[in-house]
C-alpha cells in the first residue's frame, strides 16, 4: 500500500511552527536548511524532511532519522527495513511517498507557461503529440510529463544518468499509463485532483496504488 503525505509549506513562514519543524527532521537536513539563503528553499526541504519523520514515525521507525544514508547519485534510503519513500517539492508544497516495494514521487507546479528547454524533457513523439493540443492542455499535460519522468528517475535512483528525452510516455499516438523500462514493467498514477495547480506522479512496478493521501497542517504539528 502507497501512502502520499503533502504539506503547503508556507505554514513555515511562522517562526514557532519553522522551530517546530526544525526539531524533527535529521541532524544533516537541520544543518543544511541553515545554509539556505532562499527562505523558500529553506521551507520546502524542512517540510520534506518533517513528513519524512512522520511518515516514519507512523511506521515505527522514528528513532532512526539520523540513520538515512544517501545513494551514490543523490537517492535517501533507510538500510535493513522494509519501507521505502521518496522526496519532492514544488512551488509551496513537498510531498513524501511511503511504500512497501520501490517508490518514486514528483510533484511540479503547473506554471502559465513552458519552460524554454523543453527539448531536455520531451521526446520527438511526445513533442509531436503536444504541439497538437490546445495550448492550456499542452501546458497541463507538459508538467504531467515532467512529473512522470521524474517520478520514474527517483524510482529508479541513478538520477540524471537517465535522460528525461529518452523516456518516452507517448507511443503511436497514445498516452501511455504503463512503460516497459529494463525488463520490468512500470506503473503511473497521477492524483490529478489533489492540488490543482501542481502534477503529482507516483511510480511503482506493481501498480497497486491503494492507499491513503493525508496533508499535514500546522494542526498536526502543533498536535503531533
Known sequence: MVKLLYIDVNLFETDALFEKGISLVSADRRERIQTFKNPITARLSLGAGVLLKLALD????????????????????????????????SGHYAI?????????????????????RTTRILSDEERAYLDGLPETERIQLFYRLWARKESLIKWDGRGLQLPMEQLSFVQDGILLDTMAFEGKQLYFRECQDLLPQYAIC???????????????????????
Not at 100 to 111: F, L, R
Not at 202 to 224: H, R
Request: glycine residues 10%.
Open 202 to 224: 507516483l511510480c511503482d512496478g506493481i501498480g497497486t496504488f491503494s492507499g491513503k493521501m493525508v496533508e499535514i497542517t500546522a494542526k498536526n504539528l502543533k498536535n503531533p
Open 96 to 116: 513524501c511517498a511511503v511504500s512497501s516495494a520501490p517508490i518514486g514521487a514528483d510533484i511540479q507546479q503547473i506554471k502559465e507557461t513552458l519552460p524554454k
Open 58 to 89: 507512523e511506521s515505527g521507525l522514528g528513532n532512526k532519522m539520523d540513520q538515512i544514508e544517501i545513494g551514490a547519485h543523490g537517492k535517501p534510503y533507510l538500510k535493513h527495513t522494509e519501507l521505502h519513500f521518496s522526496l519532492s517539492h
